[in-house]
């Protein structure tokens, strides 16, 4: 054996990985009760508005700051990891005596050519961390990207992976999505366009469609849906066959679909009880 590796070279040596290992469980038990402060208050705060009944946007930005919060967490103890992981190990080898200069320069001889080859990869990396930080979207959420529309199934740091209408599964690389429009971010809007015939009493049509409006908005399957009571618009569109007549609602996100269907369903039954005349044959106004 020999004799001067011991016992000093063993002793420092182990120091290092005690002190990594130590190093490493304190930053990430830091992270892990900054973020789980951050969480509780939110949660805290959204269960308050929930006991009082209150369905706000408030309450809605107080989930998503939660669920981005755990995101960001869990990033940041992964990428600790990782940097105290690669100093160690460098500070080890330097007592090992390997010469770190020619090895650093043939790894960023070796990182520049791989950074050529994997520049795609790379911007992908670069981009789903600034998307996870800047919370651009997250799962349940629904976004169209411009090439297709869906709904996020899983975000990951290289591809988010989306699910259409239709049922077909997308996998978006998070370096090619140049632009992203989220539907359902906060709130979402339910619009329900009703059509009557043109010479109906606009009116008179209204009047009952508030009334649907209101009873939607007292009904118990809804309570947790609805964060505003829904809104007759008006009249929205006017041609030979039908006169539309717009209702809105703001919901819970990604919601609003059930909401659409209940107030058409609800104006279609009490517009016939009123009396009120559908649209005419032929071209109808506009859909949601």
């Given at each position: 054996?020999n004799?001067?590796?011991w016992?000093?070279?063993v002793?420092l040596?182990?120091a290092?990985?005690?002190?990594?290992?130590?190093?490493?469980w304190?930053?990430?038990?830091?992270?892990k009760?900054?973020?789980?402060r951050?969480?509780?208050?939110?949660h805290k705060?959204?269960e308050?508005?929930?006991?009082?009944?209150?369905h706000?946007?408030?309450?809605?930005?107080?989930?998503?700051?939660?669920?981005?919060?755990?995101?960001v967490?869990?990033?940041?103890?992964s990428?600790?990891?990782?940097?105290?992981?690669?100093?160690?190990?460098?500070?080890?080898?330097?007592?090992?005596g390997?010469p770190l200069?020619p090895?650093?320069a043939s790894?960023?001889?070796?990182?520049i050519a791989?950074?050529?080859?994997a520049?795609?990869l790379?911007k992908?990396?670069l981009?789903?961390?600034?998307m996870?930080?800047?919370?651009q979207?997250?799962v349940?959420?629904?976004?169209d990207?411009?090439?297709?529309?869906?709904?996020?199934?899983?975000?990951?740091?290289?591809?988010t992976?989306?699910?259409a209408?239709?049922?077909?599964?997308?996998?978006?690389?998070?370096?090619?999505l140049?632009?992203?429009?989220?539907?359902?971010?906060?709130?979402s809007?339910?619009?329900?366009y009703?059509?009557?015939a043109?010479?109906e009493?606009a009116?008179r049509?209204?009047?009952?469609?508030?009334?649907?409006?209101a009873e939607l908005?007292?009904a118990?399957?809804f309570?947790d849906?609805?964060l505003?009571?829904?809104?007759?618009?008006g009249v929205?569109d006017?041609n030979?066959n039908?006169?539309?007549?717009?209702?809105?609602?703001?919901?819970?996100p990604?919601?609003?679909?059930?909401?659409?269907?209940?107030?058409?369903?609800?104006?279609?039954?009490?517009l016939?009880?009123?009396?009120?005349?559908?649209?005419?044959?032929?071209?109808?106004g506009?859909t949601?």
């Amino acid at each position: 054996m020999n004799t001067a590796w011991w016992p000093d070279k063993v002793l420092l040596l182990a120091a290092i990985v005690v002190i990594a290992i130590v190093g490493r469980w304190l930053a990430v038990r830091g992270i892990k009760a900054a973020t789980n402060r951050a969480v509780k208050r939110a949660h805290k705060r959204r269960e308050e508005l929930m006991s009082r009944g209150e369905h706000s946007y408030e309450q809605v930005a107080q989930q998503r700051y939660e669920q981005r919060t755990a995101t960001v967490g869990s990033l940041l103890r992964s990428l600790t990891t990782f940097t105290i992981a690669a100093v160690a190990i460098l500070t080890i080898l330097a007592q090992l005596g390997v010469p770190l200069a020619p090895l650093l320069a043939s790894a960023g001889v070796g990182g520049i050519a791989l950074g050529f080859g994997a520049q795609s990869l790379v911007k992908d990396f670069l981009s789903g961390i600034a998307m996870m930080i800047e919370d651009q979207y997250g799962v349940g959420d629904l976004i169209d990207t411009g090439t297709v529309k869906g709904t996020v199934e899983d975000v990951g740091l290289r591809v988010t992976r989306l699910r259409a209408a239709s049922g077909e599964v997308w996998y978006v690389r998070n370096g090619e999505l140049l632009r992203v429009g989220n539907l359902t971010q906060g709130w979402s809007t339910a619009m329900a366009y009703v059509p009557v015939a043109p010479d109906e009493d606009a009116a008179r049509a209204i009047t009952v469609l508030e009334e649907v409006a209101a009873e939607l908005d007292k009904a118990p399957e809804f309570s947790d849906v609805l964060l505003d009571a829904p809104v007759v618009q008006g009249v929205n569109d006017v041609n030979p066959n039908a006169m539309t007549i717009l209702i809105t609602a703001k919901t819970m996100p990604n919601k609003h679909f059930g909401v659409q269907r209940a107030l058409l369903e609800r104006s279609q039954t009490a517009l016939t009880q009123a009396g009120i005349r559908g649209p005419l044959p032929g071209v109808v106004g506009p859909t949601a």
